[in-house]
């Protein structure tokens, strides 16, 4: 690997070659390279430290960063300040430095009692709304809110490319296949951006093309939550990858847009009984208790 060379997906990007990639796909494969080059390999590398500067460690990225820096795209948003902490650190391994990562002596806290009985609270009376929804409006506020839970779900190989479509209009819901009555519901349309698991060939049948949908069921299963912690109910609606197409074409979706899933949320008309689980020990195919 050279300094002047950025391996992404197996291939070999010069810096002109950089300076192709749109800006979703750059930041894609900013992410990915930050993620499997720097933030997967540093704790074992700094827990079984050698001493020894490693070179080209996390020069991927590197390269990456310094195409978005000459871009002037921002350099404050969230995931770019993560890429920043771990671009600094991984300098500090290329120097011969051991970096001193504050969290690596961080255990979670667990929770209180009170804390556990807001978790139960949460995960146990959430459920799904099948009874119609009022005609209380639903601020964009709380949409906010509820797409911000989706954005804290996990996300396979940090690519971020879960997309929201929100729909208000009763005639842009009539594209969303539903089994239940979607009147007065807001329909978030969730779906994913291909092009950050494209750069990065993680969408190769070989590799894990499934985790795109994944990750938007992750999102919908943080964003059901906050939303019932709202007071809000929510539903998921299935779709087929027929009615996706249709939906996709009928809406104008950008070729590079996959629909995942919808999720149906609002003010519940009338209240709907919690479904039943199976037993702890039916889920359990095997388990070793050693
Ligand atoms: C992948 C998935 C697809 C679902 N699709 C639908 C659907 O199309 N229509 C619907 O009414 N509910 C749908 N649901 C909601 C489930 O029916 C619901 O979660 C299940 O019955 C358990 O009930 P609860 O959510 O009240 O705990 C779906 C849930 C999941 C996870």
């Known amino acids: 690997m050279s300094e002047e060379r950025a391996r992404i997906g197996g291939e070999f990007y010069t810096r002109e070659d950089l300076k192709k990639f749109d800006e979703v796909t750059l930041r894609g494969a900013l992410h990915e390279r930050t993620h499997h080059g720097i933030e997967v390999p540093i704790y074992p590398t700094i827990l079984n430290w050698r001493g020894k500067a490693i070179e080209n460690f996390g020069i991927d990225a590197k390269l990456l960063f310094e195409e978005w820096q000459a871009r002037g795209y921002s350099e404050e948003d969230d995931d770019i300040l993560w890429v920043k902490r771990y671009l600094e650190y991984a300098e500090q391994i290329r120097n011969g430095v051991k970096p001193e990562i504050p969290e690596v002596g961080e255990q979670p806290e667990p929770f209180t009692d009170e804390e556990l009985k807001v978790v139960n609270k949460l995960l146990w009376g959430r459920r799904s709304g099948r009874s119609g929804w009022s005609d209380k409006y639903v601020s964009d506020e709380i949409i906010d809110a509820i797409c911000d839970a989706g954005r804290a779900a996990p996300i396979g190989c940090n690519l971020d490319e879960v997309r929201f479509i929100v729909l208000r209009s009763e005639e842009e819901k ?7 009555s979607t009147e007065n519901a807001v329909i978030i ?54 009615h996706a197409k249709e939906f996709k074409e009928a809406y104008g979706l950008p070729e590079e847009f996959e629909v995942a899933m919808h999720l149906a949320v609002g003010y519940a008309a009338a209240g709907s009984i919690k479904s039943g689980r199976v037993p702890l020990k039916y889920m359990y195919y095997s388990r070793d208790t050693k």
């Open 174 to 180: 009539k594209l969303i296949w539903s089994d239940v």
């Open 189 to 242: 349309v969730i779906a994913y951006d291909k092009r950050p698991s494209r750069i990065v060939k993680q969408d190769l049948p070989e590799r894990v093309p499934h985790n795109r949908g994944f990750d938007c069921a992750a999102a919908g299963d943080h964003m059901g939550l906050m939303a019932h912690a709202l007071g809000l109910t929510s539903v998921w609606l299935s779709d087929s990858p027929g």
